[in-house]
């Protein structure tokens, strides 16, 4: 997402007037979408599996992969076999929808944000693909006790999602695309969602970034690094590690699940680099690292009070596994 873009969305300023009108007719559409489910037209296909979407309600990151991942995290705390379906985007099985393999995952073959995933819970299943529906039956046929974890596709009406927990981080500007940043009116996303964040009684906490080294010779941790990074708000990323005290000398930008194998790295070959958890998945596949020292900018975040959260989540999934034994 680019830094002009986020200028627009920022606040209601006069580009934001100017291009109300088709955020107008984008909210239409979404109305003329959402109507179709709303009054019976078509329904939507049930997983098969006690389903939590974790999803929100604006364009481009907003944090989603972490909470996920630590949602699935409190639910195998509790005894829960779960499945988390990523959409891999960019890759074959974006549209080819298919369980992931156990071990590490290729990058090219199963998408960045499933490696990361893996990266960070080794033991979890993952099913990827586009097609959230196909992707869930297939983690049904799998792993039919499991609970399905959707990483993002709050807006996917065809799946039936038995507890949608939405991040909406409050915003002046709530024009939706291309005016601002929501991807669906703001009212009936909040309508639909089971729980929206924050809230008077839960939270969202994150880490401090911390960097990890994933590559060279021990080295002590560096105060001055050079930065790669290609996620969709990379200034989160600036502006974390120089909260902490960094000091970054330069730092490139790239797309949003930019090949990051090719191209020439930031600085000098013996500089300190930091990369994300995302981008570390490409970028250890390359053959010029060398003995350069590479750090990976971690953090994690997770929902407070934690158990308070996770057994609200308990009651969903055992109300729909009531629902579905009484049919």
């Not at 959409?87 to 549209?95: A, K, V």
């Not at 090949?259 to 680099?273: C, F, H, N, S, V």
Request: with cysteine.
């Amino acid at each position: 997402m680019s830094s002009s873009l986020e200028t627009v969305w920022s606040g209601r300023g006069v580009e934001a007037w100017l291009f109300s009108p088709l955020g107008a007719l984008y909210a239409c559409g979404w109305w003329a979408y959402e109507a179709v489910y709303t009054f019976g037209l078509r329904r939507a296909a049930s997983p098969g599996l006690p389903t939590i979407t974790i999803g929100n309600l604006i364009a481009g990151g907003a944090g989603k992969t972490p909470i996920a991942l630590s949602v699935c995290q409190a639910l195998a705390n509790r005894g829960h076999q779960v499945v988390l379906s990523m959409n891999g985007y960019g890759s074959p099985r974006y549209r080819h929808p298919a369980v992931a393999p156990a071990g590490p995952l290729d990058p090219e073959q199963w998408g960045d944000e499933p490696a990361m995933a893996r990266a960070h819970v080794p033991s979890l299943p993952i099913v990827v693909g586009k097609d959230r529906i196909q992707a869930a039956r297939l983690a049904a046929e799998a792993h039919p006790q499991a609970v399905l974890v959707l990483d993002d596709g709050f807006q996917h009406l065809r799946l039936r999602q038995d507890c949608a927990v939405v991040i909406d981080p409050p915003l002046s500007n709530t024009f939706c695309l291309p005016a601002g940043p929501y991807r669906e009116p703001r009212s009936t996303g909040r309508r639909r969602a089971a729980m929206t964040l924050p809230n008077e009684r839960f939270r969202i906490v994150r880490s401090p970034t911390e960097l990890v080294q994933v590559h060279g010779p021990a080295t002590p941790q560096p105060q001055v690094v050079d930065l790669l990074v290609g996620i969709a708000r990379p200034y989160r990323v600036v502006a974390g590690l120089e909260e902490e005290g960094f000091k970054l000398r330069e730092v490139r930008m790239l797309p949003d699940h930019a090949d990051l194998k090719r191209g020439t790295l930031p600085g000098d070959a013996t500089a300190p680099l930091v990369v994300t958890a995302k981008d570390w998945v490409k970028v250890q596949r390359r053959g010029d690292l060398g003995d350069r020292p590479i750090f990976v900018a971690d953090y994690r975040a997770w929902i407070e009070p934690a158990d308070t959260f996770a057994a609200w989540l308990e009651s969903r999934i055992d109300s729909q596994r009531s629902e579905t034994a009484g049919r």
